[in-house]
Nanobody, 120 residues
């Protein structure tokens, strides 16, 4: 079993910054792509950013230039640095990881989410 635990959410004023973290633990051989998704009230869950094990990144157009995703493979942790936050960034942010078990079975895992609220 694998657990993903997010941290770092909270209330921030427009223009402010937050850094989200997500640590994976459990029965892990390796982790392929890790990413962040978000779901705003009344909307579908959407991709925010992903990073491969080799460090290649992908971003939603809405966050390019403002958010930076990174990972520490030794710690099985992914980060999301969010700058110049806007009210429309308000959402529950979910961590996702493609985990390969010691039995070489691959499966997607999700965290429980962390709430980010951007408001004055």
């Amino acid at each position: 079993q694998v657990q993903l635990v997010e941290s770092g959410g909270g209330l921030v004023q427009p223009g402010g910054s937050l850094r989200l973290s997500c640590a994976a633990s459990g029965s892990i051989f390796s982790i392929n792509t890790m990413g962040w998704y978000r779901q705003a009230p009344g909307k579908e869950r959407e991709l925010v950013a992903t990073v491969t094990s080799g460090g290649s990144t992908n971003y939603a157009d809405s966050v390019k230039g403002r958010f930076t995703i990174s990972r520490d493979n030794a710690k099985n942790t992914v980060y999301l640095q969010m700058n110049s936050l806007k009210p429309e960034d308000t959402a529950v942010y979910y961590c996702n990881a493609g985990v390969v078990s010691p039995f070489l079975q691959a499966r997607d895992y999700w965290g429980k989410g962390t709430l980010v609220t951007v408001s004055s």
